[in-house]
């Protein structure tokens, strides 16, 4: 079975560069459940759609949103969340409707300042991946004390979306998939889903170039 060989292939390990000092964590408060996010300005992050309501935050009917950066660890403040735009082709609904559910399932919020770029750099968005590349998953769970970070291969899945040969939890959605070339890093695709092939879990993630800048105009 490819996914298989895939997966015996390239087995999962730590990478040595550490990417987490562009990562955070969306927090509401009051609420329970989190989202993982990632900078890719100063001020502002990327992450799932579904992790964000857009319209509630503005009229200001849902629990104020924070962003907790990962960086300095244990030391940095929460911010908050002032704005958030969804991905204009993303549509939350079931059925039918999920072909343009999960492929879309991004989101940009604000913060409420920058954050500065020697200590959270922001990390520029970069082309897709192709199956076989070996990639790296940066999540941060609410139930975890900092960022985890994983190696997954990229494996053959559904059209418009990124497939990866690791296992993933509630809580990472919004994770940064990103590609590591020496010491540089560029954010590929949003974490957003599980799937379940056979008795194999894996992750689904949205691919970002061509649509992390229409929505970081429509948040302008």
């Known amino acids: 079975m490819v996914v298989a060989a895939l997966l015996v292939a390239f087995p999962g390990t730590a990478p ?6 562009s990562a955070g964590r969306l927090e509401r408060v009051g609420a329970s459940g989190t989202c993982s996010a990632t900078l890719v300005a100063p001020d502002m992050a990327v992450t799932a759609a579904h992790c964000v309501n857009p319209e509630r935050l503005r009229t200001g009917d849902a629990p104020q949103v924070f962003f907790r950066p ?35 399932d991004l989101a940009v919020v604000r ?6 770029a ?11 991946p192709e199956v076989g590349e070996r990639l790296t998953l940066v999540t941060w769970r609410g139930s975890d004390e900092e960022p ?9 899945g559904a059209p418009g979306m990124i ?13 940064a998939v990103l590609r590591l070339s ?13 799937r379940q092939i056979g008795a194999l879990p894996l992750a689904q993630a949205s691919p970002l170039e061509l649509r992390l800048e229409p929505m970081l105009r429509l948040i302008d």
Request: hydrophobic share 45%; glycine share 12%.
């Open 70 to 104: 990962a960086a300095p660890a244990g030391a940095a403040p929460p911010l908050a969340v002032v704005a958030a735009v969804r991905h204009p082709l993303y549509a939350p609904g079931r059925g039918s409707e999920q072909v343009w559910r999960f492929p879309f």
């Open 118 to 128: 020697r200590v959270n750099p922001a990390l520029p968005d970069g082309p897709p």
């Open 182 to 194: 020496g010491v540089r890093a560029v954010i590929v695709a949003v974490l957003t889903s599980r």
């Open 148 to 156: 985890v970070v994983r190696e997954c291969p990229v494996i053959p």
């Open 16 to 21: 040595a560069a550490d990417v987490t000092s």
């Open 163 to 175: 497939t990866l040969g690791c296992p993933v939890q509630g809580g990472e959605s919004g994770g």
């Open 111 to 116: 913060l409420v300042r920058g954050l500065p």
